[in-house]
């Protein structure tokens, strides 16, 4: 059965470099790996998708090891309002996966 | 551009009825999914119409069901309400790219469903 994991939650200060991991098995060949960020009482929202090896946008980079079983979302320089939770999703098969979540606090 | 509008975003019900819960996506947007939602269980995929056909559907069953009209706005129904069934229920709307089962999703702030 096909499982998405990630850390519950992690803690980090301003201005600092948060990446999160998140592991997934028996990802499809062709599916993407999709991060997204949500606020209380919000639809998630798009950050960054990738396929394989490095992605970067204006918010964050995504790093996918060539076996893409996991994948890295990094998050520069983060602030306040970068408190928030994050999930991957991966398509398998006929069913979307989200991770679990992981809740990041930043602190001043 | 007008978001993912879902209607209505708040309703209380009692076990044994039946619900129904709607989303106009993004103008242009011809796929539309939906997910539901809980402290316990996280986010989790119900199902995924494009062009008024079912063409994902997560592990859920038969008492949640959808569906998606010509003008791709979209309807899911829950029948024979449970206690577990109260959630905050997700719908999203997305260009899916030629070659890619999930493109970018567009979420809506969703409809917070208490059953009682």
């Known amino acids: 059965l096909a499982k998405t994991t990630q850390p519950i939650s992690m803690d980090s200060y301003e201005g600092q470099e948060v990446n999160i991991t998140c592991s997934h098995n028996?990802?499809?060949?062709?599916?993407?790996i999709t991060w997204y960020q949500q606020f209380p009482s919000q639809g998630p929202r798009f950050i960054i998708q990738?396929?394989?090896t490095k992605v970067t946008n204006e918010v964050a980079s995504l790093f996918i090891p060539a076996d893409r079983k996991s994948s890295t979302l990094s998050l520069p320089r983060v602030s306040l309002s970068d408190t928030a939770v994050y999930y991957c999703?991966?398509?398998?098969?006929?069913?979307?996966?989200f991770g679990p979540g992981t809740r990041l606090s930043v602190l001043p | 551009k007008a978001g993912v509008t879902q209607t209505p975003r708040y309703l209380i019900k009692t076990r044994g009825q039946q619900v129904t819960l709607s989303c106009s996506p993004i103008?242009?947007?011809?796929?539309v999914s939906w997910y539901q939602q809980t402290p316990g269980q996280g986010l989790q995929f119900l199902f995924e119409?494009?062009?008024?056909?079912?063409?994902n559907k997560g592990n859920f069953p038969g008492r949640f069901s959808g569906r998606q009209f010509s003008n791709s706005r979209s309807e899911m129904n829950v029948s024979t309400l449970e206690l577990g069934d109260s959630a905050l229920y997700l719908c999203?709307?997305?260009?899916?790219?030629?070659?890619?089962?999930?493109?970018?999703?567009?979420f809506g702030e969703g409809s917070r469903l208490t059953v009682l």
């Open positions: 119409y494009f062009s008024e056909t079912q063409r």
């Open positions: 999203a709307s997305a260009l899916p790219l030629e070659g890619e089962r999930n493109g970018e999703l567009f």
């Open positions: 999703l991966v398509g398998y098969g006929q069913n979307f996966v």
């Open positions: 990738g396929y394989k």
């Open positions: 103008s242009g947007h011809r796929s």
């Open positions: 028996n990802i499809a060949t062709n599916d993407y």
